[in-house]
């Protein structure tokens, strides 16, 4: 079976740095995706990791440990527009059959 | 990143009636199809997956005579939500699937059964 774990929230001040940790337990892993989601909205791509290591674009980062079973999600420079929910979710074949994480509510004040 | 639209974006109906969901992969080709459903404050769970030209699995607890996917083409899936019911009142988002192009989900559609 597979399980993913993401704390339900995080506060954090606009223009600091939060990082959103994800673990996951699984019996096959292809790859693991990171969603922005803002309410009432569909889901939004925001990185993909399937080897271990830092991936970078902008003020997003996504780090990936296979061995650990552990990711994160660094937000940098938070703007108030980054309050939303963000969705761990994992692949584990080539089809890109996605599990999600319960989602972390990031709460960004002035 | 890849274009996928959902029409509609919203719809309410009676309790009882049929609503068919539309999803277009608009500049890929899409060989499966993936489709969620969303109720509030909770993550995104996986329905159903279809491909191309086949027949749907559905996840363990999704009834397939009730929710009826077709995927004729490498562009077009539609959901129906058939004799829906109040309980049925949620967002449905579907994410094509054809390649590299696995991430991109589309707008969705809220469903209000009344």
């Known amino acids: 079976g597979q399980n993913i774990d993401q704390p339900t929230e995080m506060t954090a001040t606009e223009g600091a740095i939060v990082q959103i940790n994800c673990t996951y337990q699984?019996?096959?892993?292809?790859?693991l995706f990171w969603y922005q989601q803002h309410a009432g909205e569909a889901p939004t791509f925001l990185s993909y990791n399937v080897l271990d290591g830092l991936e970078e674009k902008g003020r997003f980062s996504s780090f990936l440990s296979r061995s650990k079973g552990y990711s994160y999600l660094l937000l940098k420079e938070l703007q108030m527009k980054d309050s939303a929910s963000y969705l761990c979710a994992m692949t584990t074949d080539s089809w890109g059959k996605l599990q999600f994480g319960a989602g972390t509510q990031v709460v960004v004040t002035p | 990143g890849a274009v996928v639209s959902q029409h509609p974006s919203w719809v309410i109906c009676k309790s009882g009636t049929s609503v068919k969901i539309e999803c277009r992969s608009l500049d890929f080709q899409a060989t499966t199809m993936f489709w969620y459903r969303q109720f509030p404050k909770q993550s995104l769970m996986l329905m159903a997956t279809?491909?191309?030209?086949?027949?749907?699995?559905?996840e363990q607890g999704v009834e397939k005579d009730k929710f009826l996917i077709n995927h004729a083409s490498l562009t077009l899936s539609t959901l129906t939500v058939t004799s829906a019911h109040p309980e049925d009142s949620s967002f449905y988002i579907c994410?094509?699937?054809?390649?590299?192009?696995?991430?991109?989900f589309g707008p969705g559609t809220r469903l209000t059964v009344l």
């Open positions: 994410r094509p699937s054809g390649g590299a192009d696995t991430q991109y």
């Open positions: 279809s491909n191309e030209g086949s027949k749907a699995t559905y």
């Open positions: 699984t019996s096959g892993f292809n790859g």
